[in-house]
């Protein structure tokens, strides 16, 4: 599941970067606060390409056992994603209109 993930996020959008903001571990997991950017060029979820520059947050949790991962939870701010990308309207703001294709 993740593997399509970021398969679909790369064939979207360009120039993608991936920051750890923070790292910790303790027993046998680690967590990571990250924040990802990019520009949105290519069709991303039937929106499509806006030229903007966006970012999202999120957090990765991962459990390790013998130096592997074996099990991935994660958290990522899409409504926030969809904001930026102008999809979604921010409450209080006017509503945002864009044609989407449906699966």
């Known amino acids: 599941m993740a ?4 398969a ?3 064939a979207a959008f360009s120039d993608v970067r ?3 903001e923070d790292q910790t571990a303790e027993g046998g997991r680690a967590g990571s606060r990250i924040t990802g950017t990019g520009v949105c060029t290519g069709e991303f979820l039937g ?10 947050s999120g957090i990765a949790i991962h459990r390790v056992q013998d130096g592997r991962i074996v099990e991935h939870w994660a958290q990522i701010d899409a409504l926030g994603l969809l904001q930026r990308l102008g999809v979604v309207s ?4 006017a509503s945002v209109s864009t044609s989407m294709s449906q699966p």
Do not use: C, K, Y
């Open 47 to 56: 929106v499509p390409p806006t030229g903007r520059r966006v970012s999202m």
């Open 18 to 20: 991936h920051a750890v």
């Open 8 to 10: 679909l996020a790369l």
């Open 3 to 6: 593997e399509r993930a970021f």
């Open 90 to 93: 921010t409450p209080g703001t």
